[in-house]
Nanobody, 127 residues
Framework: VQIAESGGGSVQAGGSVRLSCTVSGFSHQHYCMGW????PGWEREEVARFLSDGSK???GSQMRRVSASRDNAGDKRFNMYLQISNVNPEDSGTYYC???????????????????WGPGTQVSVSS
């Protein structure tokens, strides 16, 4: 499994940023995929996740400004996207795309299950 993020960079507060992620070589059946963020002084934080049944979950208070989407590109490849609107400096950090291996039908995906990670893409929001 290979994961690669793109789309990070510098953005002014109030603007928006769209991140992309490609997950390739992925053939698990019961899994989760998601977006995570790390920033200085803060623990890794989940932003959104997709379940293998196609459903989507946003973490905490992210829903109002964050929109996540995913498409199945075929040939064991998925594309995920993360749109953040009205960004503020607290949105700065490194954003990671991650996926689990097969966790079994109906089982909840714990954060520790996310074993496939991309290298991350940096977002810097200036005020």
């Amino acid at each position: 499994v290979q994961i690669a993020e793109s789309g990070g960079g510098s953005v002014q507060a109030g603007g928006s940023v769209r991140l992309s992620c490609t997950v390739s070589g992925f053939s698990h059946q019961h899994y989760c995929m998601g977006w995570f963020r790390t920033s200085p002084g803060w623990e890794r934080e989940e932003v959104a996740r997709f379940l293998s049944d196609g459903s989507k979950r946003y973490a905490g208070s992210q829903m109002r400004r964050v929109s996540a989407s995913r498409d199945n590109a075929g040939d064991k490849r998925f594309n995920m996207y993360l749109q953040i609107s009205n960004v503020n400096p607290e949105d700065s950090g490194t954003y990671y795309c991650a996926a689990t291996a097969d966790v079994g039908r109906g089982r909840h995906c714990y954060t520790s299950d996310f074993g496939y990670w991309g290298p991350g893409t940096q977002v810097s929001v200036s005020s």
